[in-house]
Structures are given as C-alpha cells and as structure tokens.
C-alpha cells in the first residue's frame, strides 16, 4: 500500500499543500489514535468492513496481521500463501484482502493483511504494522493512552521534531535510526557495557529483550552472579526461550544513560541485538520520524524495563520489581537551541492545519480516564491507576470494561473483595461479557468456590464463537476444577478452529492429561501426547501425560521410561513421581516404588486422594502405599 493512499484517506493531501505556504517548521497533527493499554499490549480501534474491532499497535511488525479466527470472523478469503521470518523462527502465513479498512476517521480500500496461526488475545484482531506506521511520523505517547499521526511541514533534516520540550528544561535524545523504504522496521544503535548493539523499537514486544549473543559480546551471561530466572519468551512461529534478568553496568541509548541496572536476555534470534519494547515507550514519550530517519525521546518517570518473572493477568499477583533511585536515566546530552524551535500544529493559524477534534462530555473524560489508568497500570503503577478507574467508573458507571480493568487493579493491590465487587457489577451491567466471567472464573477457583466458578465457566461457553480462542482459557479453567470432560470438549473445538496456533502443543498436552486422568479414549489419548511431543520435543507434561497412559495400559516399562524423561527435564513433577512409584509398585519393586510415593507426597500432600478419585491407585498387596 502505497503512503498517499494512506494520507488521502486521513485527508492529509490537502493539508500538506496548505501549510506549505507557512515558512515556520511545523510538525502538523494528522490523526489521534486513543491508546487502551492491555497489560503490555497497546490497543487501537479499527474498523475492518465497517465493523469496529481493536488491534495491537505493534511497530515491530513489517506489516499488519490478523488471526485465523478473525479472518473467518469478517468473511475474508485467503489470496495466497507466503513465507515469513521473524524473531523466533520461520513461519508461512496467507494473505487476505480487506476491502474497506478504516482507521482514525479515514478508510483506505483494498488493504492487504497478512493472516497467520496465533492469536492476539481476547477481542484483539491482530496486529497493525508498519505497512501503516511507515506512512506517517509517528508519536507513541503511550503513558498519556495516546499514538499521533504527524506530518512535519518546512522542518530541516537536522531540525529535532520533539516539540513537546520546545522551552522546557528537558531536551530530548536523539537516534538515528534507518530508512523504511528498505527495510520496515524502526532500527538503531545503543550501547550495553560500552558494547555497541542494533536494537529494533517494537511496541509489540512487552519486555525489552537482548539476546544471548549480544549479552554475551558485552560480557553478560546468564550465570553472572545476581542474575535470575526472567520466564518464558514465547517468539514467532511457535518457539519459545528462557530469559534470564541480570545486572548491567551501563545501558545508553541516544543521550540517555542508565547505570546500575538490569536487563532480560534471552534468545538466539540473529535479526536483532535488543528488542526495545513497551515497557521503555511506557516510560518515555517517543517521536519517530520517518522523514528524517530519526528517532526522539524523552524520560517520563518510573521504571524503564519491565523485569517481572510471570504474565500479568486479572488473577495473578506478580511481584512488583522497580529499579534503584540510582539507575534511572542521567540526563540527556543532547540540547535544542534557540534556532531550534518548532511548533505543534496548535501553533499556526486555524487555516494552515486542522485542528485536533476535542470534547468534554462525560463518555470521552471516562475514556481518556480509562486511557490513564490502564496505561499507569501496565507502568505499574497501580495507586495512582486506581484513581483514574475510580474515576471512569464515576464518568460511566454503565461501561462495564472500566469495572473489569478496575478489578484487575485491585487484584494487584490484593484487593479481592472490591475486585469481586466490580466483576460482579460488570456481568450484571453485561451478563455475556467473557472477559468478566473468566476473570470471575478465575478468582472464584482460587478462592476454592468451585461452584460458582463453573457457573462462571459454563456461561462463558455459551458466550464464545465456535473459533474462539477464550475457549482454550475455559478448558484450563475447567480443568483446575476437575471437570475434565468438559475441558475435553473445549480443546476439541479449539484444537479444531486453530491447526496452527502457537498454544497447540499446550492444548494436546493437556487433552491427553485429561483423557488420561479420565481413563477414557486411551489411544486417542496417546495419540495427543506424541502431537504435543512432535511439536514440543522437551515438553515433561506430555511425557508425564504418556506416562499416566501407560501406566493405565499396564505398560508398565515404557511408562517409567516416559516418567524418567519428564523428571529428567523437571525435577520436581509430583504426578510424575507418583506414577513411576505405582508403575514399580506393579511391578514388584516395592522398596523404589515406596521412596517415590514419599517424595511425591512431600511435593503435594493429597495427591494419593486426588490420584485415588480417578481410580489411580496401587495394588491391593502394596497395603503399606495406601
């Protein structure tokens, strides 16, 4: 898609011819994109054949993508197949044409969308990439819920484009970064221990990444003393890393420094050092201009790099990892001078340019709230997060998606009650709102109100589509409550609806538990279990899963043999102690099978009841295992 078709839809043309008469450097205001902050992801709005839906505004996607079940969701059909590459690995994906996109009030005609195996998340289409960014300066003002589409006017390649600091005390640093016409992505230089490194700026990305081989150019590794396990990174086209989080003396990038800090490294990817992702466009205000092949930026406040271990979700409580006062970034070196002013599109006369459309009702105070608080939120921020919820719920006490971000605010704040107390009132404001009733769900098992929550479950069936991907969260929620058919007949659908989604070696494993655990379709059963292994050579839960399957088959060798592959790669799998334990037990070796059960049972006290209730049990003659 060619840029003018881009600025023709947004009424740009015009402009642009307009404000060429002015001789002060302009950077004019195009478009607003309202931001809604979903955990790390940054959502936009958009209409795909008229029909609203959101999309992750991610700037480290080449171009914009939508998911399998949304492509089936607007009617769209695939034109062809092509091959992708991309942090993580190699994957293919079709393209699908859609024929009116619209986006900021313009709608562009015949935009081509690539549609591949993973889902975005709950509501979330896709991805919008730089297909579209690349048509536009852009300003990701992420902390404030907002990305501007900019154009400047009359401005000199050197002059800086941050207007926001023209008179403050703050000026901003600056990147070169390279152009787009060869290469769609935004990419510069920063430094690690001195150690010059290329990093991509990808709003896609919810962590700031380095990998490995840069880490270790630099002279970091992940055996370094004060490094520790960061979590799993999940990469494109299926792969997944484990990450680390250690010191780093020395991070700069532009005139921005940061010592004394940490970083996560992780990965082999060769396409990039560092990924910079949202938690840094969190933590800074950043103008990329596409025209000078620049990149501009200013420190808001807080912690830069989000260094927590575990995903953020509605009923997680992850600890909160800030940064030391001394590593928060030293001042930029970088100044604008008095030569250097450049001015907003505000700045110039009404005639020149646009002005932005604003209102003061309450719907749009509400929104811009809400904006705010889920933005501070993923900042983690949440005291003062709280506030602006509080405060959208006050605007529109009928929207019921300011309750539920409202909850999981309170969740982090380990407030239960109030955070039940906004669920509650969303599902009453919309009974079929399936983010409410999973989050709901959800709480009410770890609360051990297993009733309610499969209630909560049942009702967030009967409000998915059949290629919904909320389907896979039921069955993992069905299960946790031990309703191990019905999260059977959720993996059905969903194994069905997504042949290529990156979860499927997850949802395989998990079917061939629960079929396992049931004793029932055993060879279908094993039949998951090698899917999950094909797709997930190092999965221990599929072996774990293989082994229960032999152990109800009497085959009781290959059983342990699958139990010492699992245990061999973790540990500490309780079921998979316990199991081996029986399968030694059948086979008369009782004083081996006895040292497993104990050690099961020191990992998780009652599992010989809970093995017990599906009829996993040790020979009668082994009355001292019972």
């Known amino acids: 898609m060619r840029d003018r078709a881009w600025l023709g839809a947004l009424g740009v043309i015009s402009v642009m011819a307009a404000s060429a008469a002015q001789a002060a450097c302009v950077v004019a205001e195009i478009a607003q994109l309202p931001v809604t902050m979903e955990g ?97 300066d852009v300003e990701y003002d992420l902390a404030n819920g907002l990305i501007r589409l900019m154009r400047p006017v009359n401005c000199a390649k050197e002059q800086p484009l941050a207007y926001w600091v023209s008179g403050s005390a703050q000026p901003p640093s600056m990147v070169e970064i390279w152009p787009t016409k060869t290469d769609l992505h935004t990419i510069g230089e920063a430094q690690i221990n001195g150690t010059k490194i290329r990093v991509y700026f990808d709003t896609g990305a919810s962590t700031s990444l380095l990998n490995l081989a840069a880490a270790t150019r630099a002279g970091i590794k992940p055996t370094d003393a004060g490094a520790r396990p960061g979590g799993v990174q999940h990469g494109f086209g299926g792969s997944y890393a484990e990450t680390w989080i250690v010191p780093v003396t020395d991070f700069k990038i532009g005139g921005e420094e940061i010592r004394n800090t ?78 250097d002013s450049v001015a907003l599109a505000s700045d110039v006369p009404p005639d020149a340019v646009p002005a932005p459309v604003t209102t003061t009702d309450a719907p749009q105070q509400a929104a811009t709230a809400s904006q705010h608080g889920v933005a ?53 404001l919309r009974p079929e709102a399936l983010d409410a009733l999973l989050a709901r769900a959800e ?17 967030a069936v009967k409000a998915s589509t059949a290629q919904s991907d909320e389907r896979f969260t039921i069955a993992m929620l069905y299960q946790r409550i031990d309703e191990l058919e019905l999260a059977a007949a959720q993996l059905d659908q969903w194994i069905t609806a997504h042949p290529q989604e990156l979860k499927r070696a997850a949802a395989y494993t998990q079917r061939c538990w629960d079929r396992a655990l049931l004793g029932q379709d055993l060879r279908k059963a094993l039949d998951d ?51 081996r334990g029986l399968d030694r037990l059948y086979m008369g070796q009782t004083e081996q099978g006895e040292v497993d059960i104990a050690a099961a049972v020191e990992l998780v006290s009652d599992i010989a009841t809970r093995a017990s209730k599906f009829g996993i049990a040790p020979p009668a003659s082994a009355s001292g295992s019972r």
């Open 376 to 428: 501070l939120a993923a900042r983690r921020e949440f005291t003062q997060a709280l506030a602006e919820l509080d405060r959208a719920c006050q605007l529109a006490p009928s929207e019921p998606a300011y309750r539920v971000q409202r909850a999981r605010v309170h969740l982090e704040l380990r407030q239960v009650e109030l955070a039940l107390k906004d669920l509650d009132a969303a599902l009453i």
């Open 443 to 459: 709480l009410r098992i770890n609360q051990h109100e297993n009733q309610g929550a499969r209630a909560d479950l049942d009702a």
């Open 262 to 339: 940490h970083l996560r490294i992780g990965g082999a990817n060769n396409n990039y050092d560092m990924l910079v992702g949202a938690d840094f466009f969190l933590s800074h205000r950043v103008y990329v201009s596409n025209q000078q092949h620049r990149l501009y930026f200013t420190y808001n406040g807080g912690q830069v790099f989000n260094l927590t271990t575990t995903p953020i979700h509605v009923a997680a409580m992850a600890s909160d990892t800030g940064l030391e006062a001394d590593t928060q970034p030293q001042s930029p070196t970088a100044q604008i001078g008095s030569d």
């Open 529 to 579: 279990c090698s899917q999950a292994l094909r797709a997930a050579p190092e999965s221990a839960g599929a072996y774990d899963g293989r082994g229960l399957i032999r152990l109800r088959m009497g085959e009781y060798k290959p059983s342990i043999n699958d139990y010492d592959t699992a245990l061999k790669l973790q540990p500490k799998i309780a079921w998979c102690l316990y199991g």
């Open 40 to 136: 790390m992801s940054p959502l936009v709005t958009a209409k795909i054949n008229g029909t609203d839906t959101r999309l992750i505004a991610d700037s480290g996607a080449f171009w914009s993508t939508l998911s399998p079940s949304a492509a089936v969701q607007f009617k769209l059909k695939a034109t062809r197949t092509i091959g992708m590459l991309g942090v993580g690995g190699r994957t293919t994906a079709s393209v699908a044409r859609v024929s009116d996109f619209g986006l900021a009030g313009g709608t562009v005609h015949n935009v081509d969308f690539l549609v591949q195996g993973n889902e975005f998340g709950y509501g979330i289409s896709g991805v919008l990439g730089q297909n579209v960014w690349a048509a536009f």
